[in-house]
């Protein structure tokens, strides 16, 4: 059962079975570091060049402290993803919602990465769907947006199973592994989100 938790000054915690999204805390800083070094050749090519203190405590203390800054002005929201089931829950990846936008736009931003460890077993893709009656609902957000690699087929069909659509091809895009690089844009709209959501959701 899909199970949204949250409040202004509470953690926010969307479960679906033994997946589960829930804001990052400092006590997770062993578990994702762990995870991030051993995906590191697996992500590089997919995510800005690391800082020489990525991986520090030091530096994973700012990222919690950015996180609970912007979602408290609710401009953006950072989730872990967690499969449960286990001695303790494991940290798998994590997704993003970035430069929340209101006024006459009401849209957002979608990231995401994925432990080397369960790329390729549709985590990633139902995480995302879990995530979305989340934007859409309780957020009420209009349009979800997001980018990718032309070559980066996984995030590809991510985004396809759930619905967003491919809008076109920005010109070096963004900074990744420090090459500016073309990146493929997609969105989902509030409309065909509930136009074409599955009866079971």
Same mark, same amino acid.
């Given at each position: 059962?899909?199970?949204?938790?949250?409040?202004?000054?509470?953690?926010?915690?969307?479960?679906?079975? #033994?997946?589960? !999204?829930?804001?990052?805390?400092?006590? +997770?800083? +062993?578990?994702?570091? #762990?995870?991030?070094?051993?995906?590191?050749?697996?992500?590089?090519?997919?995510?800005?060049?690391?800082? +020489?203190?990525?991986?520090?405590?030091?530096?994973?203390?700012?990222?919690?402290?950015?996180?609970? %800054?912007?979602?408290?002005? @609710?401009? *953006? /929201?950072?989730?872990?993803?967690?499969?449960?089931?286990?001695?303790?829950?494991?940290?798998?990846?994590?997704?993003?919602?970035?430069?929340?936008?209101? &006024?006459?736009?009401?849209? $957002?931003?979608?990231?995401?990465?994925?432990?080397?460890? /369960?790329?390729?077993?549709?985590?990633?893709?139902?995480?995302? *769907?879990?995530?979305?009656?989340?934007?859409?609902?309780?957020?009420?957000?209009? &349009?979800?947006?997001? $980018?990718?690699?032309?070559?980066?087929?996984?995030?590809?069909?991510?985004?396809?199973?759930?619905?967003?659509?491919? #809008?076109?091809?920005?010109?070096? /895009?963004?900074?990744?592994?420090? %090459?500016?690089? +073309?990146? !493929?844009?997609?969105?989902?709209?509030? #409309?065909?989100?509930?136009? @074409?959501?599955?009866?079971?959701?």
């Amino acid at each position: 059962m899909l199970g949204p938790l949250f409040g202004r000054d509470s953690v926010i915690e969307i479960a679906d079975g #033994e997946l589960i !999204l829930r804001q990052p805390r400092f006590a +997770d800083y +062993d578990q994702w570091r #762990e995870v991030r070094l051993a995906s590191k050749a697996f992500l590089t090519p997919f995510e800005p060049v690391w800082a +020489d203190n990525e991986l520090s405590q030091t530096g994973f203390r700012a990222r919690i402290r950015r996180y609970a %800054k912007e979602s408290s002005e @609710q401009s *953006g /929201y950072t989730f872990f993803l967690s499969l449960t089931g286990t001695a303790a829950p494991e940290l798998v990846g994590g997704v993003t919602l970035s430069n929340i936008r209101r &006024r006459a736009a009401q849209s $957002a931003s979608l990231g995401y990465w994925m432990s080397v460890k /369960y790329a390729g077993r549709g985590l990633m893709t139902r995480a995302v *769907g879990v995530l979305l009656p989340f934007v859409f609902n309780e957020l009420r957000l209009h &349009r979800l947006e997001a $980018a990718c690699l032309p070559h980066n087929l996984a995030s590809i069909r991510v985004l396809e199973k759930n619905r967003f659509r491919k #809008e076109g091809l920005a010109e070096n /895009y963004l900074l990744i592994n420090g %090459k500016w690089q +073309d990146h !493929l844009l997609f969105a989902l709209t509030l #409309e065909r989100f509930l136009n @074409q959501r599955p009866a079971s959701a």
